[in-house]
């Protein structure tokens, strides 16, 4: 088996998909075969911004809901910019992607979209903490709308 680290960077492996899908799970199993470590963007957000998720999400006005959800974004955008830069395994968020500066960054990687169904999906978040599934009808909308671009990357 060639190693995972060739010249200076590694080469990226991205895994995509929506919540629930299992893209930490997938980067985790990967980094224990091959010996290495994977980057989940997520954790990494939630370290820098200091919360978690659904703390950064949750607020009782609808302009403090924008603002910590545009917050969340330009970190999620700046830590996975990061991580596909260092190269290696990179589990994204599944709102990653709406990034277009990502989705040009994943144009030099290996991109493993981690494909669920939408009932599946729900399955594993509903009742949980995670902040966008907590409305079924935008979740449903959400999915949809993120699928395409999945597939195309």
């Not at 893209?23 to 091959?34: E, S, Y």
């Not at 596909?84 to 030099?108: C, I, M, N, P, T």
Request: charged share 25%; net charge negative.
């Amino acid at each position: 088996m060639a190693p995972l680290t060739q010249g200076s960077n590694p080469p990226t492996i991205a895994f995509i998909g929506f919540m629930g899908a299992g893209k930490t799970r997938a980067a985790r199993g990967a980094a224990d075969v091959l010996g290495v470590e994977a980057t989940d963007v997520d954790a990494e957000v939630e370290r820098d911004l200091g919360k978690p998720a659904a703390e950064i999400f949750a607020s009782t006005s609808a302009i403090s809901s924008s603002c910590a959800k545009a917050r969340f974004r330009e970190a999620e955008e700046r830590l996975a910019l990061e991580a596909l830069g260092r190269g290696g395994l990179v589990a994204l968020g599944g709102g990653a992607v709406e990034s277009a500066k990502v989705r040009d960054a994943l144009a030099g990687a290996f991109v493993a979209w981690c494909r669920i169904s939408e009932e599946g999906a729900w399955a594993r978040c509903e009742g949980t903490e995670r902040p966008l599934a907590q409305d079924r009808g935008a979740f449903a909308a959400r999915f949809h709308a993120r699928e395409p671009v999945y597939e195309e990357l």
